[in-house]
């Protein structure tokens, strides 16, 4: 039995011990079961591990001495790897296309690890990989993989144009083709090398592709078709100062600085959310309400219809509580602006609530839903 | 090395001489490890799952029925391929080349058909994932386990091209033990995933 | 033996193990920076009330303790684990190079839309501080959807790095560098590797079902039971790694300890062992129920977790014997480790007057949870750079330096978590910016002023180190005397690390004065060009 083996099935048999002993005294469902799966991973790799090193170490012969490993090579692959990580993990979040090029990035990426490893082999000559280059890489991945760049270029490019108003893309657009002519004819004036040109290209293409993914994240401006009404927003529109200004700011683009490209929402708002307060009306109707013990004072609250009302809410206890209203489907209809969140105790604040149609709802605590919440009658 | 050096006269190596490449026990190591995270991650969904299902008052929602069939088909699947990739692994240890090639093929492809009834299972599910627990923590629990045997089957892909290149064999065993550990693993997570919706519903 | 060129390829295609390490330690003190300054904008908001709105707050609040928890710390960790192991058991280089260099491109690529998604409007999820999920139900922002995925991007390459560096300690030792035997802190790290691979998957579970949830506006979060799977998954005091944190701290202390007092470590097995345990108790801090959640003690609320925090406690007398039976140097390194202990032990004694007191409020928790989780691991961090900076940079770090910083550093923690400490006892909250007594919240951003001082002192060195190169002739160990096969090597080391195999690995003599034992080396090169020993570090 090797030391590693026996380390695993040590650990498996106290996380195995662990598990059992708290499914019975505590009983909670999730740390058993995590407990449990805990063991049974460590027992598996032990048995997996507990056979492989009856050749003890001592006895591999020298080749075989990790001293003498081939050390790392130079790749490019990982920050590839990573590059196209981000560009997926961007695009799940935005719900852009660009999860489509991260996967394809990841797709590239893999596939030079992967020839990269192959000529690494022992067995790989320099010939059999001479043969494979000539007649393989240049002639067919070549000609794909710049098609497949340029396009990438292309689409982050037009996610930037797409991100500013219609006056600033025709100006952005505009721009770009002079630095690209300009630097065109700096190059060939100045006679620059082959590595300086690529050097070039890289940056141009990294800053390109920085930009897109900026521009995807802030999200398309709106397209408005005569005697459109303008949908509600869900309020994640507004994010053009974001990453989207940082990144034009490092490669000196213009800045979408009209502040009227609104972003349009990709997903469809259950109910309104009002971030903004209504206009008040001379004294708009009250209710209390009261949070301590982990609890709101009162279990029903009513509410008239069809105008804004104000919630006070006062927080006796050192918790966070806020409160939020949700409809019979479970979406939240109104949430205080920015959270709302107070901590007591001795704390109040007050709600501004728009109108709400008639019906029944229910008023919570968004720190604590499941414990505080009560019925709302909108009448 | 002195002896491969002189089956392939004196061509120039890919490695310098006196350098060898990853024991197969790394790789195999690495294998083993990132289908024991897998297992993992479908062991932490499945327990999210009982947990949410405990405190709930009617898990799954009224009116929806488990096609119980389609996963016991599934699980066949799984079996299957399962045989074919412990073939490989045997086969590709013995210097079997076209049996180690056969049975990564096929246990790839069964592996896609496997892949390919999850998804199936997810488009059949028929609830919005956002409409109850129990529909997101299914989607979430299918969504896991497609990324796991997507990445599984791209790993035996992977190595049928080492064993059809032959880079892989008694003395390169690991490339295939890790694509086979791993897959195995993701089998397992599988039959956890399974049990979970399916047994324990 | 020419296969290696002696240019240094490019920093985005080298995956020697060596650069991927320094590269770590750099962006994780870059995220510190980040991270800290945060923290001190949070305590000049407590420190001026009604400067700063409250979700502005709650969201600087997630900032801080996202950044230094998950992105910062992790990345020193890695950093001296990348370049440290290979050294210590023998070998050239990491099992999966490449995959180890792209966890770290992976994990600044997550750490840079995790920040990004902490500048955007609308995000409402509030992080791993928060016991229970806040605004989780409604659709979900772009910048709750960034955060996520960030999230789940740096858990993947913390987990790329588990499964390379388990596999590297495992099956890339030398031969007579045995498991039982290996030198405490890759023993450490192996105990970390092996958690995280349990551990991770945990997390990216949580995101995952956060994903689909909010991806599609769900109402999970408003289930019963959904406390849980927050608790567990994504709260960070609910995780292992809370203790994974300090647990390769633990290692560098021994190492320290042992190479400043020239005698092996005293207890080295039962150290070995307890930090086994350590690990392997860490897991049950998944155990807490839900009657904790709240619980000051957090996350020591389970009797298994709470024997885990104690562990470190019993590591001391084992440093402070070793200094004392054998013959100890000053070097800042040993500064970094008493300063450790003192803020360790500042939170210890607070948890044993809390019991008597009762009624400690949430102000009583950020003292907690700096004395007792955060600052130990930063300051064993500094205290391995100082150590191995002649490894790692192939410079010393300033003496003096070393010995301010440690001052700052523990002086700075200590002021501002007192402070918080006796904020609790009088009943102040946290996580708001209108919290407790003006004098005690000036008097812990004064604390944390400090602290921030310190940490600049640390980053100079390293940014100094990073750009002036090796110093000229630095012997190979210029502390003298000290174990490991890292001190075998010259400051820094080749490319290749090991022109030949290493031998035996110095043995543990029962005496102080086998230092002979270090010697027991059977390449010739290491015989040739043996180091005299020098004398006191400068």
Not at chain 1, 275 to 294: C, F
Request: some cysteine.
């Amino acid at each position: 039995m090797n030391p590693a083996a026996l380390l695993l099935f040590v650990l498996s048999a106290v996380s195995f011990g662990a598990g059992v002993g708290f499914g019975i005294t505590v009983g909670e469902e999730t740390g058993t079961a995590i407990l449990l799966g805990a063991g049974v991973v460590a027992g598996i790799g032990g048995l997996a591990i507990v056979g492989s090193q009856g050749r003890d170490v001592a006895t591999l012969d020298a080749a075989a001495r990790p001293a003498s490993l081939a050390t790392a090579a130079p790749s490019v692959w990982p920050v590839a790897a990573g590059l196209a990580a981000l560009l997926t993990a961007t695009g799940l979040a935005t719900g852009s296309g660009l999860v489509i090029f991260g996967l394809a990035a990841a797709a590239v990426a893999g596939a030079g690890w992967f020839a990269q490893s192959w000529a690494s082999h022992p067995t790989w000559t320099d010939e059999q990989n001479e043969r494979v280059s000539s007649r393989l890489i240049l002639p067919i991945v070549l000609p794909l993989g710049v098609t497949g760049l340029v396009l990438l270029i292309a689409f982050a490019f037009s996610r930037t144009l797409l991100a500013v108003d219609s006056n600033a893309s025709v100006l952005i657009a505009l721009v770009a083709a002079l630095v690209i002519l300009g630097v065109g004819v700096w190059v060939a004036l100045r006679g620059l090398g082959r590595s300086a040109v690529l050097g070039l290209l890289t940056a141009g293409a990294l800053a390109t592709a920085g930009l897109g993914v900026g521009g995807a994240v802030a999200g398309e401006r709106e397209f408005h078709a005569a005697g459109d009404s303008s949908a509600e927003h869900a309020g994640e529109g507004e994010t053009n100062d974001g990453p989207a200004d940082e990144a034009a700011e490092e490669h000196g683009a213009e800045q979408p600085e009209e502040g009227d490209g609104e972003a349009a929402s990709d997903r469809p708002t259950p109910g309104a959310v009002a971030e903004d307060g209504e206009p008040e009306a001379s004294s708009p109707p009250q209710v209390k309400l009261t949070a301590d013990g982990l609890a709101f004072d009162k279990k029903s609250l009513s509410l008239p219809a069809g105008e804004p009302t104000t919630i006070v809410f006062s927080n006796e206890e050192s918790q966070p509580h806020n409160v939020a209203i949700r409809d019979a489907g479970g979406s939240t209809i109104f949430r205080p602006e920015g959270g709302g969140i107070i901590t007591g105790p001795g704390k109040e604040a007050e709600y501004e609530v728009p109108p709400i149609e008639a019906g029944k709802y229910t008023f919570f605590c968004e720190v604590h839903p499941a414990a505080m919440k009560g019925e709302l009658t909108v009448a | 090395m002195s002896t491969i050096d002189s089956a392939l006269g004196d061509s120039m190596l890919a490695l310098p001489a006196g350098d060898t490449a990853l024991p197969a026990r790394s790789l195999k190591l690495g294998g083993l490890a990132a289908g024991a995270a897998g297992l993992m991650l479908s062991g932490a969904l499945s327990a999210a799952y009982l947990g949410l299902r405990s405190h709930a008052a009617e898990w799954p929602p009224k009116g929806f029925e488990v096609d119980a069939f389609l996963g016991v088909m599934l699980t066949l699947t799984a079996v299957m391929t399962a045989t074919f990739a412990a073939w490989a692994l045997s086969a590709d240890a013995r210097g079997q080349r076209r049996q180690a090639a056969a049975a990564l093929t096929l246990a790839a492809f069964v592996g896609l058909c496997l892949l390919n009834g999850v998804w199936y299972l997810g488009t059949r599910i028929g609830l919005g994932a956002a409409s109850s627990p129990y529909a997101t923590m299914s989607y979430a629990l299918l969504g896991a386990i497609g990324v796991l045997l997507a990445a599984g089957v791209v790993g035996l892909l992977a190595a049928v091209a080492k064993v059809g290149g032959r880079q892989s064999g008694p003395s390169f065993p690991g490339v295939v033990q890790a694509a086979v550990w791993f897959w195995q693993l993701t089998l397992v997570a599988w039959i956890v995933v399974w049990a979970t919706l399916f047994l324990v519903k | 033996m020419a296969d290696q060129s002696d240019t240094q390829p490019s920093v985005l295609e080298d995956t020697d193990h060596k650069r991927i390490g320094r590269l770590y330690v750099l962006f994780g003190f870059a995220f510190l920076v980040v991270g800290g300054l945060a923290g001190f904008l949070l305590r000049l908001g407590l420190a001026q009330p009604g400067s700063s709105r409250p979700d502005e707050y709650a969201r600087s609040f997630s900032l801080h303790v996202t950044v230094l928890a998950v992105l910062a710390l992790p990345a020193i960790w890695a950093g001296l684990a990348t370049y440290l192991v290979p050294l210590q058991i023998g070998a050239n280089r990491v099992a999966f190079p490449r995959l180890h260099a792209a966890s770290l491109w992976v994990h600044v690529a997550g750490g840079g839309l995790l920040i990004a998604s902490y500048g955007m409007e609308g995000l409402g999820i509030l992080g791993p501080s928060l016991p229970v999920p806040a605004n989780l139900t409604g659709p979900a922002s772009t910048a709750d959807e960034l955060w996520l995925t960030g999230g789940g991007l740096v858990a993947i390459a913390a987990l790329g790095l588990a499964i390379s560096l388990l596999t590297t300690i495992v099956t890339l030792r030398a031969p007579e560098v045995r498991l039982a035997r290996l030198p405490l802190f890759t023993w450490a790290i192996l105990a970390t590797a092996a958690v995280s691979l349990i551990s991770i998957p945990v997390h990216l579970a949580g995101l995952t079902i956060l994903y689909v949830d909010r991806h599609f506006g769900g109402d999970l979060f408003g289930a019963a039971g959904s406390d849980d799977v927050w608790r567990h998954t994504v709260w960070l005091l609910g995780r292992p790694e809370i203790f994974l944190l300090t647990l390769p701290g633990l290692g560098v202390a021994a190492a320290v300890a042992s190479s400043h007092a020239r005698r092996p470590l005293l207890g080295e097995e039962g150290i070995r062992g307890a930090l086994a345990a350590a690990a392997v108790l860490s897991l049950s801090v998944w155990a807490g129920g839900s009657a904790a959640a709240s619980s000051m003690f957090a996350p020591t609320f389970s009797a298994f977790a709470a024997l885990a925090a104690l562990i470190p406690l019993t590591m001391v007398p084992a440093w402070a014997g070793t200094l004392a039976l054998g013959r100890p140097r000053l070097h800042p390194g040993l500064g970094f480790v008493a300063g450790a202990v003192a803020i360790g032990g500042l939170a210890a004694l607070n948890v044993g007057v809390a019991f008597l007191v009762d009624g400690e409020a949430g102000a009583w928790s950020t003292g907690y949870l700096h004395a007792g989780f955060f600052v130990p691991p930063l300051l064993l961090a500094c205290a391995g750079l100082w150590h191995w900076a002649p490894k790692l940079w192939g410079r010393r770090f300033g003496n003096a330096s070393g010995w301010m910083a440690a001052l700052l550093l523990t002086g700075g923690s200590v002021v501002q978590s007192g402070a918080s400490f006796i904020a609790g006892y009088q009943g102040a909250p946290n996580r708001t910016a209108e919290a407790g007594s003006l004098v005690l919240n000036r008097l812990a951003g004064l604390g944390a002023a400090v602290t921030l001082l310190g940490l600049a002192i640390v980053v100079v060195e390293i940014v100094r180190a990073t750009m002036s190169g090796p110093e000229r002739a630095l012997a190979d160990d210029p502390w003298g005397e000290s174990q490991g096969l890292e001190w075998t090597v010259s400051s820094p080391p080749s490319r290749r690390n090991f022109e030949t195999v290493p031998g035996a690995t110095p043995a543990a003599p029962p005496d102080a004065d086998a230092t002979s034992a270090a010697t027991d080396l059977e390449s010739p090169i290491e015989q040739a060009s043996e180091p005299e020993p020098v004398g006191a570090a400068t």
